[in-house]
Each structure stands twice: as structure tokens, then as C-alpha cells.
């Protein structure tokens, strides 16, 4: 019997249509990344301006950051978007319950990078932590490497400032997550919560809904693309803000500013970057431009990651959900471990680089 | 006549997915009660951990973004 195509089951013949459909949509990527800078040099080419002036400098970092980074962040939010999948928040309760603290705490923060999460559902996943028996100090080193250790975070850093810097933020993201994760749990603040969540005691009735382990190759890349369509119209604005702020500050801002404000010396800048940070919402997408700009002009390293972190990882509108869930004292203490690991991180770098 | 419970705080998707249910419905003709729970208390209590959820009958059977059509469709029919 001679086998062609329409033999195949049909799951087995469009499982290998979307295979091969996007492999070549890969090949096509990565032709058209390598002569983003060509291109970038021509449109400038075309304006009039002066290529050497600052206008031309800062409009030539425009015109080529862009389209990389956004290039960059569509191949990787897809593939995290397939990756992620795999895991669910059923599936991670499921690894997390019964572990030791500490080992819990670093699995958690591990995977509150992979698992699908949207601050949307922040509170529902507490609480199907918390009533399964996870303690709190895990939970919330899922919660808080879940948003600030993220992909678009990781991507942008690398397309603007390089990998070692995205590398450092990775691994020092991932330590104050299981560090203020840990903290947290010795203090046994269990009796914080709001009274209503510890009288809820969660059965594990939602195991059917969970679909991470069922589905077939084509809906994971359907995830992926729908990640891809969801996480780009969020960010795609915030880019382009962000890096034509950035492109702004290349050109214009002077560099003896920026260090008397944030470089090194200035001590009391780590603890203004963290404050400052606070009030300020922005994903990833719209602070790393800026991150890569004040780097640039002489900033310190520990200030800007102080800040950045600060940012992503404390922001008020999240607060405000938790509060639902946490009484206020308990959130006072999530804000304060959680600043002290990370002017930590900020003085230690400002201290070795 | 089947009864569906779509869990979400009132995000986007949730919406999304509500519209969904109905409309598989109607294509299907299947007699469906759509309720919609927003409440993050009764969310929480129903087991879902990320939302949108969907339950029929009182089954959990998604949590966590928007489900396939042809999914939804599954859920309706059986």
C-alpha cells in the first residue's frame, strides 16, 4: 500500500502543515533580521538630515532598534507561548505541594517564569496555592518571579543592552524571588491573609479542566500565536515609546547630568530609583528603552537595575488585586522584602561594577 | 438545556470567551443557559485557577485562556 498523504490521519497531516509552515517563516526571520541594519542606514539615507548630527544619530537608533527588537520579541514570545503550553497552574500546584521550603521556593520562582499567568488571575492563583496547603512564602515566590522574570523583559534586554546584562537581571530576578520568598515563609504570616481565603479549602476538582498535557501539536502553536497576536498589541506601543525616549536621550540629554543624578557615587540613588519606581506601571517593553539610553549616558548599573525591577516588580495597580486577598499589614511586608532584596541587588552592583 | 458558568473577573478574554460559548451554541441549536461569574470569591471557590474557566453541568472542563472552538463545540455536543 503506498503511503501519501492523504493517508495520514488528518491531526498527523496538519501537525506537519504547521510544522513546515513555520519553519519557513523562521527562514524568512532570520533573512530579513540580518539586513535590518542596511535597511535602517538607507532610510536615514533618504531623510534630510545630517547622518553625523544628533538628529541622524538618534533617528538611525530608531529606525534599527525597532524593527529588531520587535523581530526579536515576536520569535521568542512565540516560542515561550508553545513552551508554556506544557505547564499549567493546575500542573505547578501539583510539583509544588509537599516540598520542602527552600527547595519550593526555588522551584516556584523556576516555574513562575514558564507557567501561563496573567495578572487578571493573580488572586485566583493565590488562592488555589494557598488552599492546596502551599505555603505563603512559596506562593510568593511564584508571584513575584512570575511578572518580573519574564520573557519580553529577558529580549529586551538583550537586543538593547546585550546579554550579560539581560543574564545578570535573569539570575538576580530569580534570587529575590526565592529570597523575599523565603523570608516571607519564616515569618509564618499565614494568619495575614484575609479571613475569608483560609476558610476556602480548594478540592482538586479542577485537574479536568486542565488541558496542558492533551493537547495536540497545532493548538500549542496556536497558543503561540496567540500569545504573539495578545503580548504585541499590549507592548508594541510602549517599544516604540520607549525607544524613541531612548533614542531622545542618546541624543540630547548630557552625559554629566546623568551621572551626578545616577551614577555611582550618588549613594542615596539606589533607595530614589526603587520609590521611584513604585507608583510607575509600565511593562518591560516600555522601561528597558530607557534602562539602555541611561546606561548609555554614564548611569550606574545597580541604579538602573534597582530602578527597572522596582518597576516590573512593585507596582501599585498589582497591589491593589492582592489587597482583595491580603490585609494591608501583609502587604506592607510583601512591599518591604521585596524593596530591601532589591536595593540590595543595587548597591551590590554599584559597589563591584 | 445545558448549563454553562464562564469564571472570569471581567478581563478581555473572558469576554471573548463568553461570546464563544453562545455562539457555539447557536450554531449547534443547543438549549444553553450562559451565567457568567465574576465574583473572585466564587471563582476561587469553584476551583479555577486562571480564568477564563468554563464549567457545564457543573464540571470544570478549561481554565486559562481562550479555549479552541472546535473544543467548545465538544463540550456543548456531549
Known amino acids: ?353 | 438545556m445545558k448549563d454553562v458558568k464562564v469564571y472570569g473577573p471581567g478581563c478581555k478574554r473572558c469576554q471573548a470567551t463568553e461570546t464563544m460559548v453562545r455562539e457555539v451554541a447557536a450554531e449547534l441549536g443547543v438549549d444553553v443557559r450562559v451565567e457568567k461569574v465574576t465574583d473572585i470569591v466564587a471563582i476561587a471557590k469553584a476551583g479555577v485557577m486562571s480564568t477564563p474557566g468554563v464549567s457545564v453541568d457543573g464540571r470544570l472542563v478549561h481554565s486559562g485562556g481562550l479555549p479552541d472552538r472546535s473544543r467548545v463545540a465538544g463540550w456543548l455536543a456531549a
Open chain 1, 1 to 353: 500500500m503506498s503511503v501519501t498523504t492523504q493517508d495520514l490521519p488528518s491531526a498527523r497531516r496538519s501537525a506537519l502543515v504547521w510544522t513546515s509552515g513555520i519553519a519557513v517563516a523562521a527562514v524568512l526571520w532570520w533573512v530579513v533580521y540580518h539586513r535590518l541594519s542596511a535597511a535602517a542606514d538607507w532610510i536615514v539615507a533618504q531623510l534630510p538630515v545630517d547622518p553625523a548630527s544628533h538628529t541622524g544619530a538618534a533617528l538611525a537608533f530608531f529606525f534599527y532598534d525597532v524593527p529588531k527588537v520587535m523581530m526579536l520579541l515576536a520569535l521568542i514570545v512565540f516560542a515561550m507561548g508553545v513552551v508554556r503550553s506544557y505547564f499549567s497552574p493546575e500542573k505547578t500546584r501539583a510539583l509544588l505541594s509537599g516540598r520542602r521550603e527552600g527547595v519550593a521556593n526555588t522551584m516556584a520562582a523556576g516555574l513562575g517564569v514558564l507557567t501561563p499567568f496573567c495578572s487578571c488571575s493573580a488572586v485566583s492563583l493565590f488562592i488555589g496555592f494557598v488552599s492546596a496547603g502551599i505555603p505563603l512564602g512559596v506562593t510568593f515566590s511564584f508571584l513575584i518571579a512570575a511578572p518580573m522574570v519574564n520573557e519580553v523583559a529577558l529580549i529586551l534586554l538583550v537586543g538593547l543592552v546585550g546579554w550579560p546584562i539581560a543574564l545578570i537581571y535573569l539570575g538576580f530576578g530569580l534570587a529575590i524571588a526565592i529570597g523575599a520568598g523565603w523570608v516571607i515563609g519564616r515569618m509564618h504570616l499565614e494568619g495575614w491573609l484575609q479571613d475569608w481565603v483560609r476558610e476556602i479549602h480548594s478540592g482538586g476538582n479542577a485537574s479536568g479542566a486542565d488541558d496542558s498535557t492533551s493537547l495536540t501539536l497545532p493548538e500549542r502553536y496556536r497558543k503561540g500565536l496567540d500569545s504573539l497576536r495578545e503580548i504585541f498589541g499590549k507592548v508594541w506601543l510602549w517599544i516604540v515609546l520607549g525607544i524613541a525616549m531612548g533614542a531622545a536621550i542618546h541624543g540630547y540629554v548630557p552625559q554629566s547630568l546623568m551621572e551626578r543624578i545616577m551614577g555611582a557615587d550618588a549613594w542615596w540613588s539606589v533607595p530614589a530609583a526603587v520609590v521611584l519606581g513604585v507608583p510607575m506601571y509600565t511593562n518591560a517593553a516600555g522601561v528597558i528603552p530607557i534602562v539602555e539610553a541611561l546606561l548609555g549616558k554614564g548611569a550606574a548599573l545597580g541604579t538602573v537595575l534597582a530602578f527597572m525591577m522596582s518597576v516590573i516588580a512593585l507596582s501599585l495597580p498589582e497591589m491593589i488585586i492582592l489587597r482583595q486577598v491580603l490585609t494591608l499589614r501583609l502587604i506592607v511586608v510583601f512591599i518591604g522584602v521585596v524593596a530591601s532584596g532589591i536595593l540590595a541587588v543595587g548597591f551590590l552592583f554599584n559597589a563591584l561594577f
